[in-house]
């Protein structure tokens, strides 16, 4: 089980949620929220240390490039 | 690493670099700009230690990268970062005139639409991308933004060392 | 010594907007319409703190030149800017043809856009070839330039004599004044071939990497003899253009170098295999970064302080040559000093601001897909489609130029929002490439103090104000005569080809 801290400020929550939906087929992620960010618990379906790292190195930038792709912050 | 500024950190076991930086001297637009054209090479994690600070995490894609190649890449994104912040105020203080010669090369490149051009026109009034702002108005870009809820701030120290990823 | 801005005290009044950076014991100044002074030191401290007065011989230099705020004359600033970004007012006018992607040579600075010659489905078929034609010819400007690359084109010759053909006919209502270019190694040239592209008017340029031993070396023919084969073809069409009584001084052969590492300290023997072969212009283009291997870009790539070194001792030989009698001139000087010297842009479109990229050219590869320019193709080939921008069958001009990715590369190639350029005296007369930025770089935008082409774009216009700083009348002379640009009319077809004096720089020869 990876936890991953997405603050509010610098990841968009609609690019979170998105990207807990397109990784739902390859890990099981749990979400929960407080003020300031939004945590993804991801335990991938796969176990291999290679696999894991990229499942969730892919998500880290599939939220990023979501949320930047969504434009500026303002 | 050895001799590395104190905002650099190395985890060489997961071939990850964290990188501090002061988001009022980068800005966030300019983190993105950065952090966005390495993303076909590492994972790219961004974090909020604190109010003050934030952390880029930047991990290769390839496994277990020698310590040489994360003192490249955190070389490589410091430059990047320092340009884009840059990048930024140049293209706010030049919008007129970047707008003024995009806007000419674009219509004079295009030329008038033809029937079937205008067959396939978007009507609607939905935004288009403008990844670089370059559409938004004075006071869209400079006006009075919304004071802070005071809530916002405090939160951010409930930070855990388990929201890094680094661990699983 | 250099000067230190923070001894000077600077004046808020006096100067207008400008651009310095010191050249040798001078300092250029630049401003936003792009004229240029060359100032010694002491003169150029005089001006920044504003110790000047009206009817000092530098103020009347200042003045004139529009550098100062009490004379600064607005209307002919926004004029000279008009003029110099007049390409901006039309669009594509290179097409990109790339008719296969087989060819028969094997270069080592080139892998992943070639193919080997049995690779029959890289061939472009001729239903593409005509989309591709009523893409270009669809353009916003009234001069096109079709040009044939590969691979080798001749591989696909019959594709060719139809892109001609249906052009041609394509053209009575497109009403364009049209031209065809093929860059070619010439080694599969025969006399049918040739009878055909002289009686159709195609302008023929081929690569010559310099002396015969170092071309054979880089351009790999399976008979070794590619140098030869290249010569042979080149002093033939030479004798066919003077036959048919074109004037050889304009109309003969041209050729492209590729500069290897290996070809370096052959700047000399360089210089005298184009005399030799009566070309007259030579562009000392250095390695760009595409296909080709990360191996071979150690055996063949250079520093760029070496290239520069190799640049001015190659430019240096030239100018010695110009002054014995012997034409020729180099091609980046042209380009750079007919944007210093006389206010205008060549419309180059690697050095252009914004870049051509989209908006000047547009390069078709075989199977129709669409790219902004030929780096971007070269790209596709490399596994890269960041600059794919669309499908003959499926996309029409306006909405290939008018694609985001096309916006993006103009904004991304403004130098007045590019970090380094927007403070650089070279602003004026320089221009950047999103694809190669995106290849180095990883963004289109660059990181231009680390960038290639930035360093030799500079090293190559510090070379030439300082010439101009130091040069005797007869230097000066020469290269202002590299800044006059003679219409090669022969080669513009169209309705309007008799107006062809006004045509844009792709159908134009700088004169040696």
């Avoid at chain 3, 370096?264 to 970064?289: H, I, N």
């Avoid at chain 3, 290269?479 to 309007?496: D, I, N, S």
């Amino acid at each position: 089980m990876i936890e991953l801290r997405f603050h509010r400020d610098l990841y968009s929550a609609k690019a979170v949620e998105e990207t807990a939906e397109a990784f739902a087929a390859v890990a099981s992620i749990e979400r929960s929220e407080d003020e300031s960010a939004i945590t993804l618990a991801v335990e991938p379906r796969y176990t291999k240390p290679a696999q894991v790292r990229r499942i969730i190195g892919e998500l880290q930038n599939y939220a990023l490039a979501k949320t930047i792709d969504e434009g500026p912050r303002r | 690493m050895t001799d590395t500024p104190e905002n650099v950190k190395a985890e060489l076991s997961r071939g990850a670099v964290n990188l501090e930086v002061d988001p009022s001297i980068y800005p966030l637009g300019a983190i993105y700009g950065a952090a966005y054209i390495f993303i076909d090479r590492c994972y790219v994690f961004l974090y909020r230690p604190s109010e003050t600070s934030l952390r880029i995490t930047l991990q290769t894609k390839e496994p277990e990268p020698a310590e040489e190649t994360l003192r490249a890449l955190v070389g490589e994104f410091s430059n990047e970062l320092l340009s884009c912040a840059w990048r930024r105020q140049i293209t706010e203080e030049n919008r007129e005139l970047i707008q003024a010669v995009t806007s000419k090369a674009l219509s004079g490149a295009m030329g008038s639409p033809s029937l079937d051009d205008l067959a396939d026109f978007d009507f609607s009034d939905d935004e288009f991308e403008d990844p670089l702002g370059i559409a938004q108005s004075w006071e869209e870009k400079h006006g009075r933004k919304t004071p802070k809820e005071p809530a916002e701030a405090p939160a951010e120290a409930a930070a855990t060392p388990e929201g890094e990823g680094a661990d699983s | 010594m250099s000067v230190d801005l923070q001894r000077l005290s600077l004046s808020p009044t006096k100067p207008a907007f400008f651009r310095w950076r010191e050249v040798g014991d001078n300092v250029v100044i630049t401003n936003f319409e792009g004229n240029f002074l060359i100032l010694s030191r002491d003169e150029f401290a005089a001006f920044a703190e504003g110790r000047i007065e009206a009817g000092e011989e530098l103020y009347e230099r200042l003045s004139a030149a529009n550098f100062l705020r009490e004379t600064y004359d607005v209307d002919r600033a926004a004029e000279s800017y008009e003029r110099r970004k007049s390409f901006l007012n039309s669009g594509v006018n290179l097409g990109i043809l790339v008719v296969t992607l087989r060819c028969n040579e094997s270069c080592v600075y080139c892998h992943a856009s070639r193919a080997n010659m049995d690779a029959v489905h890289t061939d472009m078929s001729p239903a593409v070839a005509e989309k591709a034609v009523d893409l270009f010819l669809a353009s916003t400007s009234d001069f096109v330039t079709l040009e044939f690359q590969g691979g080798e084109p001749l591989v696909n010759f019959p594709v060719i004599q139809h892109i001609i053909e249906y052009a041609l006919e394509r053209n009575k209502t497109a009403g364009k004044r049209l031209e065809f270019t093929m860059v070619s190694n010439l080694a599969l040239m025969d006399d049918e071939k040739l009878a055909y592209l002289l009686e159709k008017k195609v302008q023929i340029c081929t690569s010559i990497d310099g002396p015969e031993k170092l071309h054979n070396a880089q351009r790999k023919l399976a008979t070794m003899d590619s140098h030869q084969k290249a010569v042979h073809w080149i002093r033939r069409i030479n004798e066919e253009y003077a036959a048919a009584g074109l004037d050889p001084t304009l109309y003969h052969v041209e050729a492209l170098l590729t500069t290897t590492r290996a070809t370096l300290p052959l700047w000399r023997e360089v210089v005298d295999a184009y005399t030799k072969l009566g070309c007259r212009a030579l562009f000392l283009r250095p390695l760009d970064p595409f296909g080709f291997a990360e191996r071979t870009r150690k055996r063949v790539e250079y520093d760029r302080d070496d290239y520069l070194e190799y640049y001015r001792n190659a430019v240096d030989y030239m100018i010695e040559l110009n002054k014995q009698g012997v034409e020729i001139l180099e091609r980046f000087a042209a380009i750079f000093l007919t944007k210093i010297l006389r206010g205008e842009d060549p419309n180059f479109l690697d050095v252009r601001a914004p870049a051509g990229t989209g908006i000047g050219q547009l390069a078709v590869n075989y199977d129709g897909t669409v790219f902004t320019c030929d780096e971007g193709r070269m790209l596709h080939e490399m596994g890269d489609d960041t600059f794919l921008i669309g499908h003959v069958d499926t996309h029409r001009y306006r909405q290939l130029v008018g694609h985001e990715t096309v916006h993006t590369a103009v904004i991304a190639s403004n130098l007045d929002g590019q970090p380094d350029c927007v403070n650089c005296a070279y602003n004026p007369y320089c221009g950047t490439i999103p694809a190669t930025n995106h290849k180095t770089s990883g963004s289109v935008f660059g990181r231009m103090r680390e960038s290639n082409v930035c360093a030799v774009h500079k090293g190559i216009q510090d070379y030439l104000f300082q010439k101009l700083a130091t040069a005797d009348a007869e230097t000066r002379e020469i290269l202002e005569r590299w800044t006059t640009v003679r219409p090669r009319e022969h080669f513009v077809q169209g309705v309007e080809a008799a107006e062809a004096e006004t045509a844009g720089a792709e159908a134009a020869e700088p004169t040696p």
